[in-house]
């Protein structure tokens, strides 16, 4: 662009002095040629006076673009660290993995039994340690599936103990169930006996009252006559006044 404006600069004061030689005669257009000449020759000193600067732009930009070129490199060298890293960064051990998802899966379980367990165990100290077999299994931190895998077989016993103390107090349960249920119908039987024998009593009684009743008004009887077995335990009147009873006397039966 700087060579384009020092040719027009040189093709204006060209002009300028054809029109202020054309023009010598009128003094404003004189005045106004004498003003675009000096322009003219003001803009092509400034042309020539900053020309070895322009050519020396290209330079300054090759410049430029070699260090930005031999920066490009370096700018570089983070992100293939990067890639290179994440590249060398170890995999997870699959086994590893495993274990600690088992491990996972296993306090899971025991969670979940050590609630229901609540005031359903034979010996709550099986629940106790439960509880200090998960606390440890959550506070394992290995790189080894060994220890992980050693946890869930603790954590594993600790709950087949509170099953088996489970399974205890069921028995016992059951059995004191067992036992009341048979202490029920034993003293069922009992008051249902009782009230048999009270109902026979009551009957013999009332047989009793009513044979006293009949032989009292028939005949009297005399004192120490025989009588029969079979009105043994009946009284009638007594000849001599009073009333007399059918005893057991040897092998025979008297009044008395």
């Avoid at 998802?101 to 106790?128: F, M, P, W």
């Avoid at 087949?160 to 004191?176: F, G, Y």
Wanted: glycine share 4%; charged share 15%; aromatic share 2%.
């Amino acid at each position: 662009m700087k060579p384009l404006g020092g040719s027009c600069a040189l093709i204006g004061i060209i002009v300028g002095i054809v029109s202020l030689i054309k023009n010598r005669n009128e003094a404003s257009f004189k005045r106004n040629s004498i003003i675009s000449i000096i322009l003219c020759i003001v803009a092509l000193f400034g042309c020539v006076l900053t020309s070895p600067s322009s050519s020396s732009e290209p330079s300054a930009t090759s410049s430029q673009t070699s260090q930005s070129s031999s920066v490009s490199p370096s700018a570089s060298t983070p992100a293939a660290s990067s890639a290179e890293a994440s590249s060398s960064s170890p995999t997870p051990d699959p086994e590893l993995l495993q274990a600690q998802q088992s491990l996972q899966a296993k306090i899971t379980e025991a969670g979940n039994l050590l609630s229901s367990s609540e005031n359903q165990v034979a010996d709550d100290s099986t629940r106790t340690a439960l509880t200090q077999a998960i606390d440890n299994a959550n506070a394992v931190s290995s790189t080894d599936p060994a220890d992980y895998a050693a946890a869930e077989q603790s954590l594993q016993s600790a709950m087949d103990a509170v099953q088996s103390s489970e399974a205890q107090k069921q028995a016992a349960d059951a059995a004191a169930q067992q036992a009341a249920q048979e202490q029920a119908q034993r003293q069922a039987a009992q008051e249902q006996a009782q009230r048999q024998a009270a109902q026979e009593q009551a009957q013999h009684n009332a047989a009793r009252d009513t044979q006293t009743t009949t032989t009292n008004t028939g005949k009297t009887v005399k004192r120490g006559q025989f009588c029969s077995k079979s009105r043994i335990g009946e009284t009638a009147a007594a000849s001599n006044g009073g009333i007399a009873t059918c005893t057991s006397e040897g092998p025979r039966a008297r009044w008395k």
